[in-house]
């Protein structure tokens, strides 16, 4: 019953969210080129205003952790003991959500392809890449076809494997984080940080974070006023150390992919400078922001 009310109240506050900022007409109107709807210039300010007391992130953040965590680990729980009395669980269940969710997929693909084509326009290089993936892609089948390509049966075992021990790690350290009352702490920490790294003259938006946005964060860092809380700093080590060793253990095969995706595209007459200039900003970007994160992680805490 507690599981079933936690469920309930979190779908609730969403669905109120998504109501009170009409998020599907906007989402789904299809503007004139010339309208500027769309156009959204944010700063750091209104970041941290987003994580003020009583904001909507801050609520999200409380139930997350009153309700959604008890609500998943639940959930986890009881796919783990069904799982363990029954050797076809697994198969059955994803069987039974192919035949749920293949159907809405293509009863709505026609949407999607009018959204691309609003958003992006109909000669697009969007549309010929959606397109692309329509012919290689029109069955689960295909899908799972897709995968064995790049995962052999030894490589899915260990991804299953390390699926499941990250996720209960991901519990545990998620108990950890809530039980500490860390969710206010982090956001006032966070709060404090972007409004330090806005600045009119050298971070007016957020954009690139490289130079002027960097050196304020970093400053702020410094000064240890106020230090980094321990239990944040924890979170975001964790959150570190996963993403590391993903890399680690997949990056020959996404490089293979990437490969093959680049090919495919290049043949299709849609040119890849475009993608190569954007990684490479990103690259040089995600290295600033691992630079402020070591910065971050290095620093004394509270």
Known sequence: ???????????????????????????????????????????????????????????????????????????????AACAAADDSFYATALDKAVKMVVPLIERHSGDMEDFLACKAGADSDAMTLFGMVQDRITSFEDMVDLFNEYFSAEDQATLAENARATLYA????????????CVRKTARYFKALFSATHDEATCPVIGLYCGGCQDNADGFIATGEPAVPCCTQDALDSISESIYELIADYS????????????????SGVSTEEYEAMKEVATEQLGCIEETYDTLSESDCA
């Not at 987003?50 to 639940?74: I, N, R, Y």
């Not at 996404?254 to 290049?266: C, Y």
């Open 252 to 267: 020959n095969i996404a490089t293979s992919i990437e490969a093959d995706l680049k090919a495919a595209v290049e043949a």
């Open 170 to 181: 991901f519990i545990s350290r998620a108990n950890d984080f809530c039980d500490a009352g």
């Open 1 to 79: 019953k507690q599981w079933y009310q936690r469920r309930v109240r979190g779908f609730c506050y969403v669905q109120s969210k998504i109501d009170e900022y009409d998020l599907e007409s906007k989402l789904y109107e299809c503007a004139d080129e010339s309208a500027d709807d769309y156009t959204v210039t944010t700063t750091y300010l209104d970041m941290a205003q987003a994580l003020s007391a009583g904001s909507d992130a801050h609520k999200l953040g409380h139930l997350a952790c009153s309700h959604a965590l008890p609500c998943f680990e639940g959930v986890v729980e009881k796919i």
